[in-house]
């Protein structure tokens, strides 16, 4: 490897905007995410469905299924 090109590696901490911190290491200072594994709807359980523009009322009147 040659000397002198690699950039600095620091341990940091990772912040998501939930308030869970996990620390890691990184080539950058700081990071901050919008979602992580503590509030990402897969991981917890608790998936929403959101309704753009009525896409899930066009899928049923296109299918034909009912929500029985």
């Known amino acids: 490897?040659?000397?002198d090109i690699h950039p600095e590696?620091?341990?940091v901490?990772?912040?998501?905007?939930?308030g869970?911190?996990?620390?890691?290491g990184s080539v950058n200072t700081e990071i901050?995410?919008?979602?992580c594994a503590k509030c990402h709807p897969f991981f917890t359980g608790k998936?929403?469905?959101v309704d753009t523009a009525g896409r899930v009322e066009k899928?049923?009147?296109k299918y034909g299924l009912n929500n029985k």
């Open 1 to 3: 490897m040659k000397p």
């Open 9 to 11: 590696y620091h341990k």
């Open 13 to 18: 901490v990772a912040t998501c905007a939930c």
């Open 20 to 24: 869970n911190q996990i620390e890691t």
């Open 32 to 35: 901050k995410v919008e979602i």
């Open 47 to 49: 998936q929403k469905l």
């Open 59 to 61: 899928f049923m009147r």
